[in-house]
Structure formats: C-alpha cells, structure tokens
C-alpha cells in the first residue's frame, strides 16, 4: 500500500525544492499533475517572494558587542526565586488559626523580601543625565525611531541621544560631569552608576561628531569615565577634554588634566594642550594641540561668567556654582589667585562677560592674546559685562575687546542654566571662600581705555641674603651650590591610572615649588627651581613641568621677577647676548633642550609665545626679536640654539 | 516518497555537537557567565538582525532592536528551560516580541533606501525588482502577523518547516498549513493590487 503524502507536505516540499533551486514551479506541476490547480497560485507566489532583497548575514559589529557585554556587566539577570523549604512549625496548641498564622509568617517575609528586591531591581538608574537644548534640536532613539527631546528631559541609560545640524546640547549626569555636544554629533549612553558607596562609572560611546568633556574628579579605586569611538577608547578620570570621530579618526585634545587614548593596542597620555589622533584604527599622531590657547584674567573682586550667544555659560556665580557649558573654556574659581578662563578651541562668535561684584575694590580684566596683553579697568559699583568677540579673520581664531570698557549691567538680564549635581550641591559660597587678592599690577599703568601695554619694567628686589647661591657654569658639578631639593610627591589619591597619578603628583610640586620661590622674592632660588624642573629625562614629565612654567608666565608677576632675574631691562637691545644670560646662564640653552626634548610638547606654544614678550621687551607684534649673534667659535652651537628659540618666539 | 519522509539526521554527528555545545554555552551563561553569552550573541546575532531587518524593514532599526533582544535575553536566560526545542527558537520569539512591541509603538516604515538591492548586470531589471519588490512588500504588509512571519521565515530566511515551528511554537504539521495559508493569502493581495509587474 502506498501512503499518500499530504498536500501541505507536497507543497512544503515543492517549496523546498524551489527555495533550494532544486526544482522549477513548472517541474514541481509536472510531478504532481493531480494538484496542478492547487498548486500552481502557490507556488507562483512562493516564486514572487524571490523578488524580494535577502538581507546578508554580517558578523556582529564589534562595537555592538563591546557594547553589550559592557552593559551585561551591569544588568543584573532575572533568577528564578527559590522555593521556600518545608519548615517544621511548631505547635502553640492555640488550634488551625494559630497554626496558619504561624506558617503564614514567613511566607508573609519572603514576599516582601522579594517584593522589595523586584521593586529594588526595577528603582535602578532610570535617568542618566538631564538634558540642556541651548540652539537647535536633539533626538533620542527610543522604541525603534528618533525622537525630539526637550530641554529639561531626562536621558536614560543606554539611550542613543544625537544633535540634528545647529543643534547645542549638554548632559549633565549627577556627579556633575557634563557632556556638551556639538552638532551633528551622536552619541550612546553605555553606561552611567553615580553612587556614593561606589566609584562613579561612565561610558559613553561616540558615533559621530564632537564632545567637550568636563569630568567632576572621582578619586576613588575603580572609577571610570570611557568615551568610546568606533576605533578608538579615551579614559580619563578628572580632566576637560574634547573627543571628536569625524572622517574615521578620533581627534581628543585635553584641555586640562590627562586623558588616555588608546587605539590598536597602543596608549597615549593626552596631556593638557595636546593632541592625538587616530588614522585607520591606529594612533598617527601626537602633538600640541594648534588650538586658540588664551586667556582671560579677572584680576578684580568679581565672579565672572563667559556667556555664548547660545546661552551657554562657563564661570562662576556668586553663590560658588561654577557653570561649564561652553566649549573650548575651562575657569578657575577665584580666591587668593584671580579667576582665570583658559580659552582653548573656543568657537568663532560673540560673547559676554559678566562680572558680580564679591568684594571691596577695583581691578582689571587681562585679556591676553596672540602674546598680546590687553587690560580693562573695573571700576564700578555693581555687576558689569564686558563684551568679546573672537574671530578667524587671519586663519588663526583670537580674541578681540568688542567694548573698549565694560558696561554696567543688570544680572538679571543674564539667565544661568543650570542642573541640579553633586557639583553644586556642594558648591561653595565665595563669600565663604578665601578672599580675592587685590590685583597687582607693577608692570602696568592703568589708562581709560583698553590698549595693547607691553609689560613695563619692575623694580627689582634685593636678594635676600639666605637665598640660594646662582648656579656658575664655570664650575664642575659637584662644586655647583645644592639646588633646592623638592619633596617627594605624593600621589593625590589611588584610582587613577600611574601615568596620571605620577604626573598630577609632578605637576603639584613643581607648582608648589615655583609658587614658593616665586613669593620668596629669591630670584636665585627661582632660578635654581627652574633649573632643577628642566633636569628630567622623561618626556611626559618635561612636559607638565614646562606646562606649569608657561601657566605661571601668564602671571604678571611671575614675568616681573623673570625680567627682573633676566636683566631684561638691563640690558635692553644689547647686541649678542640675549638679555639676562649673564645673570643666568645656560638658562636659555636649558630651556631650549627642554623644549627639544619634550617635543613636540603642548606647552611649547604657551611657553614660546610667554618667553617673547619677556625677552623682547620693546618689541611689538610683528617685529624681530632680539637675536644673539654667535661670537666665540666654541659658543656657536650653544648660541645657534638659542637663535632658533628666539626664532621660534616671532 | 522515501526522501519526503526522510529523517533530517543526515548531519547528526555536527549538528548534535553544535546543540551539545550550545547547551554548554546557555548553562554558562544561565549562571552568570557573560563571556559563554557572548560567544552566543556571535552564533544568534546575525540571523536576529537579519530577520529583524525584514520585518522592520530599516537596518538600523533592526540591530538596535536586536540588541535590546540579546539584553533581555541575558537578563530572561536563567529562566530558559531547554523543552526540546533549540535555543535559537527561543531568541527568535523574543525577537519577534521586541518586534510587536515595536510596532506597537511605531508606524509601519517602509524606508526602502535601507534594504539592500541585489546588483543586477542590467538597470531595467534592477528597476522591474525594485517594483516587485515594492508591490511583495506591500502585500506582506497586508497579511495577518503569523501570515507574514510564516513567510519571512520560510522565504526570506530559509528555514525549513520544523525550524519554523520550533521558532514559532508549532507544530511542523501546523507550519505546513499556515505556509499555504499565508501563500494564497499573499496571492489574493498581489491580485488585488494588480499583479506582479
């Protein structure tokens, strides 16, 4: 007996057959003439559906899969609550009643226990940061599509947030880190846990566009901030930097602190003023970074806040919150030393400082650019602003006073944005804060009017008679006078990396260092701290040391007694010898193998255009420094170097 | 008649160590393993997003939803029991829910710039399967949720009638059915749109 196969299995094996290329429908008809009608409209729709694009099977994108396994590592799996065991329950003799209430106890706690560990489970982080729309719009992919959000909304974790093109937005997460995104820029929330008992993780992976990063420090063990490109991851635990992926690079330049780029197994530190770069999944370069590196100095008893025209804000309020939406500038908060903006890749555009009153007195505003110093006087009651622009009109952006003097204002007038953080929470008011120190201005004659003021010339102070002796190059050595010995120092805290923990150390000392020589009015023992800041073989080292030496050049007081030491305006204009190398010889030449060596350090810009307004007193922009002139045939190399320092200061 | 009603054991060797294998990875991951889960997420992730990429018809869409699949997966994982069927059966159901859920949620997009055309030698046959395509596509839209699934899977994916049932719950016998259901069904669609050009 022969079994007939059903018509279902018929058709599924035609479909077979023809799916696998196996059979035509006309040769699937002939072998089943009897179900030809029946068929035939099946098979010829089976046949359409060939019409229809396959999708290919790809491999998982890897960046997918980092993804995920990062977020598997945070998201707790649903187990299979356990059955309670069968507990002997003891007999009160009170009858059926007592007896179920007895054994209903503690079926009652399980419950709970369990109710509360669900609740507990779905209460984990919901929002991640909370999202600032200055201009434009921003989108958030939820449910499958991208969708406006608003200003004031909430960001979960895991969400793909991204900025349509003019649109300024900032994330703000509640440790007060905060994210501003440029347009066009798309990014995914990986991971975000702020928990007092816990260091703060943060991972971010950036798709597309750039982000400026202002990390709130978290000094403990285990604590991460991750910006993930698709070739690349930076980490960093305290620093502002920026990360931009456009044109398959990852571009991350470090505005303060140090950051760690690595791409194809390799790690670079991305110190403050530098740049790296990724080419084809590698790390390609390394370098200063060719940014807007100025500053803008509130030598005034003021709280200032730089305002874009967006309504992004980076200073401080009186109230002690300090605001850092604008990219391209960080701020220091004002106390003994005046508050200061540090502008590095600040955009094209208008801004306003706004200036509070905190204190008694007047001041001024340094705004220094391009080697150029200009001054404002302050010199009003209440608040006032003072409005910049800055500009590319040569290719370079820098700054320019758009008032000549500032311009008494309402705050009121000025609306600060600000979300709610661990960071200002704990913000500290300046009045309760150590008071701002009157400005000094020894190189400077006040005018009514902003103007370009090369530095004049200070009085010099007399050594003291405890100071350290000069170094003579004449001696060997070991008979050299000791140089002054700096404190071994101590790491600032465990949970960063070595790198920045060694570096964050040298840094600190080699301020504390300089600060100490620089109020000790011992220009010996400045010199000698100096000196002694060069004598470093690693690279990274030099770098953050010559960092600090080109911070402290930015303060007038620091060039003051650098003249001072120098002989600038001494020996103004005397041919062949670069001022003050008498005085401290080899100096120069030191300076000049620390830039060497360093390179091509971040700091070398700063310091170049900090070292030419210091030994080129009378020269203007534009002008020719002074040059040496090599005059002893066993000086030529030495003064050759020194030439193309000075070459480079133009 | 033999080759209708043969047994599918042909590669029993490979396969049963392939299902051995997943097993081992599953029970790892059920235990918290997420390095055995990823090892499954490079096995399963292709086949969900490409079916996801049918259904949804935007690439994108599909690997973020099929991404959302694999962490409920991992999450869901210690409650899997192995019944009988494999383990790909049951990420396809949770596929197929993330999908409902989506379109819950979402209008239908036919976005068709995200579907990848086959290049064909000619630009007139390129053009006449762009519009079968878009008319198959249209009638799809048409049909019943189990319909499409049944066709997608069997079509597109190129499972085989027991797969089918094992990812959608079923018995084969009841595949076979709904495949010819969702045929003609998808027949009368084309017709009543006008043909196939």
């Known amino acids: 007996v022969t079994r007939q196969p059903s018509f279902d299995a018929i058709v599924d094996r035609c479909l077979d057959d023809i799916v696998q290329g196996r059979a035509t429908v006309s040769e699937c008809l002939e072998r089943w003439p009897e179900h030809r009608a029946d068929l035939a409209p099946m098979l010829e729709a089976a046949v359409g559906m060939r019409a229809v694009p396959r999708v290919p099977a790809r491999a998982p994108d890897p960046a997918r899969r980092q993804a995920l396994m990062i977020q598997i590592g945070q998201l707790p799996q649903d187990r299979r609550r356990r059955l309670i065991p069968a507990l002997p329950l003891p007999r009160f003799g009170g009858g059926l009643a007592m007896r179920l209430a007895s054994a209903a106890a503690p079926v009652a706690a399980v419950v709970v226990i369990a109710a509360l560990l669900l609740f507990s489970q779905t209460a984990t982080p919901a929002s991640a940061a909370t999202l600032t729309l200055f201009e434009g719009q921003a989108e958030v992919f939820r449910d499958g599509r991208w969708q406006a959000v608003a200003d004031g909304d909430h960001i979960e974790t895991g969400a793909r947030i991204r900025t349509v093109a003019g649109g300024y937005a900032m994330l703000t997460f509640d440790d007060g880190s905060t994210l501003s995104l440029a347009p066009g820029t798309e990014l995914a929330i990986e991971l975000a846990s702020f928990r007092e008992d816990h260091p703060r993780e943060l991972v971010v992976r950036l798709t597309a566009g750039r982000i400026w990063n202002d990390v709130a420090l978290d000094l403990r063990q285990g604590a991460r901030y991750e910006v993930i490109t698709p070739d690349a991851v930076v980490r960093g635990s305290g620093p502002v930097f920026e990360t931009a992926f456009q044109e398959a690079s990852t571009v991350v330049t470090a505005a303060d602190g140090y950051v760690e780029l690595t791409a194809g197994g390799q790690s670079v530190p991305v110190t403050r003023g530098e740049l790296a770069r990724t080419r084809a999944g590698v790390i390609a370069e390394h370098r200063a970074s060719d940014v807007l590196d100025e ?64 204190g008694e007195g007047d001041g001024e505003v340094i705004v220094r650019t391009n080697g150029r110093t200009q001054r404002v006087p302050v010199e009003v009651d209440g608040s006032a602003r003072l409005e910049i622009e800055v500009t590319g009109e040569t290719g370079v952006p820098w700054l320019r006073l758009a008032s ?174 670069p001022p003050g190398l008498e005085r401290a010889p080899g100096l120069l030449n030191r300076l000049e193998g620390a830039l060497e060596q360093a390179g091509p350090p971040a700091s070398r810009g700063r310091l170049d255009r900090a070292l030419g307004p210091l030994f080129a007193p009378g020269r203007q922009q534009g002008e020719r420094p002074i040059m040496p002139e090599p005059a002893e045939p066993e000086e030529a190399e030495a003064t050759e170097d020194r030439g193309s320092l000075l070459d480079s200061l133009r | 008649l033999e080759s209708l009603e043969a047994p599918r054991s042909a590669h029993a060797g ?169 045929l003609h069904a998808l027949r009368r669609e084309i017709e009543s749109m006008g043909g196939l050009p």
Do not use: C
Request: glycine residues 4%.
């Open chain 1, 295 to 358: 500053a803008i100095i509130v030598a005034a008893p003021f709280a200032a806040t730089l305002f874009s025209e967006r309504g992004e804000a980076t200073g401080v309020r009186t109230d002690g919150t300090v605001l850092r939406q604008l990219a391209g500038v960080t701020t220091t908060i004002p106390g003994p030393d005046p508050q200061r903006f540090n502008l590095q890749g600040l955009g094209e555009g208008s801004y306003t400082l706004l200036l509070q009153r905190i």
């Open chain 1, 404 to 577: 000549e003097s500032v311009i008494e204002t309402d705050p009121a007038a000025f609306a600060f944005r600000i979300v709610e953080s661990a960071r200002t929470r704990n913000a500290q008011p300046l009045s309760e804060r150590p008071a701002v120190t009157p400005p000094q201005r020894p190189d400077v004659q006040p005018g009514p009017r902003p103007a370009t003021t090369p530095d004049a010339a200070p009085t010099r102070p007399a050594p003291t008679p405890e100071s350290t002796p000069a170094v003579d190059p004449t001696r060997p050595p070991q008979e050299q006078p000791a140089r002054p010995q700096r404190a071994t120092p101590e790491p600032p805290a465990r949970g960063l990396p070595d790198f920045v923990l060694r570096i964050e150390a040298e840094r600190e000392a080699f301020r504390r260092d300089l600060r100490a020589a620089l109020a000790s009015d011992d220009e010996e023992l400045l010199a000698a701290t100096i000196e002694a800041a060069l004598d470093e073989d690693d690279p990274a080292l030099l770098r953050t040391r010559m960092g600090v030496l080109a911070q402290f050049l930015d303060e007038p007081r620091m060039v003051a007694q650098l003249r001072t030491l120098f002989d600038v305006d001494a020996t103004p204009g005397r041919p062949g010898t």
């Open chain 2, 14 to 182: 490979p396969a049963a160590d392939e299902r051995a294998l997943i097993s081992e990875l599953v029970r790892r991951s059920q235990a918290g393993d997420a390095e055995a889960f990823g090892e499954l997420y490079d096995r399963f992730q292709p086949d969900i997003v490409r079916y996801l990429t049918h259904r949804v018809r935007n690439p994108d869409v599909a690997e973020d939803l099929a991404q959302q699949v694999f962490l409920k997966a991992w999450q869901a994982i210690p409650r899997y029991q192995d019944r009988g069927a494999p383990f790909q059966a049951w990420l396809y159901r949770m596929a197929h829910n993330q999908m409902v859920d989506y379109f819950r949620t979402n209008r239908h997009t036919t976005d068709l710039e995200h579907v990848e055309i086959p290049e064909e030698p000619e630009a007139e046959a390129l053009v006449l399967a762009d519009e079968m395509n878009e008319v198959l596509q249209a009638a799809l839209e048409r049909l019943s949720d189990d319909h499409r699934q049944v066709l997608v899977l069997r079509f597109l994916m190129e499972k085989s009638a027991r797969e089918i049932g094992e990812i959608m719950g079923r018995k084969e016998v009841t595949v076979r059915g709904l495949q010819m259901r969702a």
